[in-house]
C-alpha cells in the first residue's frame, strides 16, 4: 500500500493508522524494516509510531546509541525496539546486544532504520519503504 506524505502531519496520520492496523505476532517477534535514503521521514514516521504506542520521551534517531528498548504499557506488546544500523558495517555489534533473544520474543515489536547494513543478522521482516519526493512530501510505501 503506498501513501503520500504531504507534510509532517500526514506522516503522523500515516502512523497512526499503521498501529491501528498492527495484528498481534505469533512465535516470533514482529520487525519491520524501515528503508529509504537519509532525510526521508523513517525517524520522523518512527517518533509518531512511538507517540502512538503511549512512549512519552522523545524519540531521537538512534544513530549513536544503536538500539533503543522502551518499556509498553496497554499494548499487547511488552517492549518496542528501535535500531538505526546507519553507522553499522555488518550485524556483529547487534548481535551482542542479545539480538536472537530479542527477535525470538513475539512481545517485541522491532524497526530497524537501514537494514541492509545488518543484512546478515536480519530476520525476516515486513518493508517499509520511504521516499523524498520534494521539501516536504514524502512517499510512503507498505510492503
Ligand atoms: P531519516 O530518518 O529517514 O533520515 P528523518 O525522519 O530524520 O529522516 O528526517 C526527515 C526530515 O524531513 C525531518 O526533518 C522532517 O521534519 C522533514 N519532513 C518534511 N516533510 C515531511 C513529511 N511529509 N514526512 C516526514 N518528514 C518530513
Ligand atoms: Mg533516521
Known amino acids: 500500500m503506498e501513501f503520500l506524505s504531504k507534510n509532517t502531519e500526514d506522516t503522523k496520520y500515516i502512523a497512526h493508522r499503521f498501529v491501528s492496523d498492527l495484528k498481534t505476532s505469533q512465535g516470533e517477534a514482529?520487525?519491520?524494516g524501515l528503508y529509504g535514503d537519509l532525510g526521508a521521514g523513517k525517524t520522523t514516521f518512527m517518533k509518531y509510531v512511538?507517540?502512538?504506542f503511549g512512549i512519552q520521551e522523545t524519540i531521537q534517531s538512534p544513530t549513536f546509541v544503536i538500539m533503543k528498548k522502551y518499556k509498553l504499557v496497554?499494548?499487547?506488546f511488552d517492549f518496542l525496539i528501535h535500531i538505526?544500523?546507519?553507522?553499522?558495517?555488518?550485524?556483529?555489534?547487534i548481535l551482542k546486544l542479545d539480538w536472537l533473544q530479542i527477535i525470538r520474543n513475539p512481545k517485541n515489536i522491532i524497526f530497524i532504520?537501514?537494514?541492509d547494513k545488518i543484512k546478515d543478522v536480519m530476520p525476516e521482516h515486513k518493508?517499509?519503504?520511504f521516499e523524498h519526493i520534494t521539501e516536504n512530501e514524502r512517499k510512503i510505501t507498505f510492503e
Open 30 to 32: 514482529l520487525v519491520f
Open 50 to 52: 512511538a507517540s502512538e
Open 74 to 76: 496497554n499494548s499487547t
Open 84 to 93: 538505526d544500523s546507519y553507522r553499522l558495517e555488518s550485524g556483529e555489534e
Open 113 to 115: 532504520e537501514w537494514p
Open 127 to 129: 518493508k517499509i519503504f
